[in-house]
């Protein structure tokens, strides 16, 4: 009689057994056919680039800007400090820029340069910039660029002394601005400038300048290549209006950040849907 109950008790545990063993390979079989459903694959990891690849540049972008932001505030802080002596400083005019000088000479306005069409600026902003009730035209006119001849020095220089309207444009009509004794300055100083996109080419025989090519202006006039902007201490009524320096740069960065960080949440939400959800692009 216990023979035989432990005989059945071994029968049911092998069968226990078994009916474990086999219900642990289906779930193992289950579990790699799940996986098989969930692979990725190839192109899906290539595909997953896309997102990857547009959120770095984003981020890049996002340093780029606050470089270019912090280089905007470092030239105009620049402009901001003491001026230092023109001639003390001939030889290292390059690390200037922006920085301002003072020079002692006297004005040649018998070879005036006129580079325009230039919007008035007052403390380094167009005038009337965003004003609803700003007359069209009305702060239009013409940077005035005459050649400085400096003080018991042989060597000239050119002076942006300031913006004029149109209707000032003729020395004639500004006699009481012409400043003809020697006089001391202030200015800005500035580098050439190459032809910005889409702007005509300057035209030296009309004396029609649209943009700062020093060197063709120094050929035109005889100066040495050493440009300033001068600064308002020796604005004189009826003429040109100093302070005509705007330190900008190109600044496009927010526009690029927000394409790449939305080409990148885009493209990675439908590859989230695609590839891990299983759900059809709709």
């Known amino acids: 009689m216990n023979l035989s109950r432990l005989c059945c008790n071994i029968l049911n545990i092998t069968k226990n057994f ?16 799940t996986s098989g459903e969930n692979d990725i694959g190839t192109i899906g990891w290539m595909l997953l680039a896309i997102p990857t690849v547009s959120f770095a540049l984003g981020t890049w972008q996002v340093k780029r800007k606050m470089w270019k932001e912090n280089l905007i ?3 105009t802080n620049k402009t901001k400090s003491d ?29 005036e340069l006129y580079m325009g069409p230039r919007t008035l600026l ?18 239009q006119g013409y940077l005035i660029i005459t050649p400085f001849k400096l003080d018991n020095q042989d060597k000239i220089i050119l002076v942006n002394r300031g913006w004029v309207p149109h209707k000032k444009k003729n020395p004639k009509t500004r006699k009481e601005g012409q400043v003809e004794e020697v006089v001391d300055i202030v ?3 500035r580098s050439n400038e190459n032809r910005p996109t889409f702007l005509p080419k300057n035209n030296e025989e009309s004396n029609q300048w649209f943009y700062r090519d020093i060197h063709s202006m120094c050929k035109i006039t005889g100066a040495d290549p050493i440009f300033l902007d001068q600064t ?3 604005n004189k009524p009826g003429g040109p209006i100093g302070g005509q320096t705007r330190v900008t740069l190109r600044n496009e960065h927010m526009s690029y950040i927000i394409t790449w960080y939305g080409l990148s949440a ?5 590859w989230y849907r695609r590839f891990i959800k299983k759900l059809p692009l709709k």
């Open 18 to 33: 078994k009916a474990y063993n086999n219900s642990r390979k289906s779930s193992y079989y289950q579990q790699i056919k």
């Open 73 to 75: 505030a470092d030239m």
């Open 83 to 111: 001026p230092v002596s023109l001639i003390e400083n001939l030889d290292n005019l390059d690390e200037l820029d922006y920085k301002p000088v003072y020079a002692r000479g006297k004005f040649l306005h018998d070879q």
């Open 122 to 139: 007052v403390n380094g902003d167009a005038e009337g910039e965003g004003s609803l009730f700003s007359q069209k035209g009305s702060n």
């Open 187 to 189: 200015g800005i100083v």
């Open 232 to 234: 308002t201490d020796l």
């Open 266 to 270: 885009g493209t990675g939400y439908m």
